[in-house]
């Protein structure tokens, strides 16, 4: 009776799918309320999800059993949410890459492309073994550059907490102290005396100040002159601007590589993967070498000459399209830039770990001398 009445349910979730599917013209409304649709599943989660999802098909499992199984075992709420409404969908009849095209917050351009190649081509576990794959060698690198520059944040943290504690609970005492006794202070002394009292009498000013900065930011990044003019900027910075472009072109040969390789044409895995850049300067140069191809032209004459794209590239992209083993090129390629990211992650630790040693013990030695120089000058006097 309990089997029976499982099935009667599910026969009656599927019957109802497929009758609002009907009414909206063949696609399936499936009414999921996301409470927890601020928030973005990681990509090592989005990578645990694809590898179990992968392995429960390669075992035999049917999809939708398999998404449900996956969905239950996911330790993000929106991304149970979501595998349980692209559940619903494949249970009412809709394939799986259109399911989850209709969540783009979660599954990205490039997912949606490669999951299409393994429906279209019957090899929907192997692609999704190679796309978990991809997803966990790109997390890794992601992790490892972020590792990197902790260091020299928190430094930047720690440096800046204990200022503004000189600042607001410090310099009042020696100030007081200073007036009581009617000494003359010097230049450095009244300088850093006017800053603690500018903090402590304005500090809504300077609140308002760096809202403000913070907001005019938003809005030439929303810009699309504003942000092409700061991508380009950042890309010509001194030892950060290596590492951007090392690194964005890692991600996008790595991208192109995975999805040639997995049989997803050239124009279509280009479009997926110039969100991967996160650039508009290296993007604009993707839109126009995308529109040389779809004339006919090869990717590494459309490459070549382009601002931000290095002649090494063009040429290697060149040697995989003619001898037929671009997605293994590229591979390659994506391990150089790698291995590029890794050592300008080095060189920027290198150089800022010193240079922000400095700059604390300057500023932060520079405040206590200042403060003590009245103190020396009495200690003159009463002698």
Wanted: net charge positive; hydrophobic share 50%; with cysteine.
């Amino acid at each position: 009776m309990r089997i029976s009445s499982s099935q009667d349910e599910a026969a009656g979730r599927a019957a109802l799918l497929t009758q609002l599917r009907q009414r909206q013209g063949g696609r399936p409304a499936v009414a999921v309320r996301d409470p927890w649709a601020w928030r973005r599943p990681s990509r090592r989660q989005l990578a645990v999800c694809t590898r179990q999802l992968a392995t429960l098909l390669g075992a035999g499992v049917p999809l939708v059993r398999a998404l449900d199984l996956v969905a239950a075992q996911a330790e993000h709420r929106r991304l149970q949410t979501v595998l349980r409404a692209v559940s619903a969908r494949v249970q009412a009849g809709e394939g799986l890459a259109p399911s989850l095209a209709a969540h783009p917050r979660v599954f990205p351009r490039l997912y949606v492309n490669l999951v299409q190649v393994g429906e279209h081509g019957g090899l929907l576990a192997e692609v999704l073994t190679r796309l978990a794959l991809y997803l966990e060698q790109t997390d890794a690198f992601r992790r490892k550059v972020q590792g990197a520059l902790l260091y020299p944040a928190v430094i930047l943290l720690v440096a800046t907490g204990a200022t503004l504690v000189l600042l607001i609970a410090v310099i009042p005492v020696f100030a007081g102290m200073f007036q009581e006794a009617n000494v003359p202070l010097p230049l450095p002394t009244q300088m850093v005396i006017a800053a603690s009292r500018t903090l402590q009498q304005a500090w809504w000013g300077l609140l308002l100040a760096a809202v403000g900065h913070v907001v005019l930011g938003r809005a030439l990044l929303a810009h699309p002159r504003g942000r092409l003019f700061v991508d380009r900027s950042s890309l010509a910075l001194p030892l950060v601007g290596n590492l951007l472009h090392a690194s964005a072109l890692a991600r996008f040969t790595r991208s192109l590589s995975t999805l040639l390789a997995s049989g997803v044409p050239l124009l279509t895995a280009l479009t997926a993967t110039q969100e991967t850049l996160a650039n508009r300067s290296l993007e604009q140069g993707i839109a126009t070498a995308q529109a040389a191809v779809s004339r006919g032209e090869g990717l590494a004459g459309a490459l070549s000459g382009l601002a931000d794209w290095p002649a090494l590239v063009a040429h290697l992209i060149g040697v995989g399209e003619e001898t037929g083993q671009l997605a293994s090129v590229l591979a390659h390629l994506a391990d150089y830039y790698t291995y590029e990211t890794e050592q300008a992650v080095q060189t920027v630790t290198a150089v800022l770990e010193p240079l922000l040693i400095v700059v604390v013990a300057a500023v932060i030695g520079g405040v206590l001398v200042a403060m003590y120089l009245p103190i020396f000058r009495l200690s003159e006097v009463v002698s």
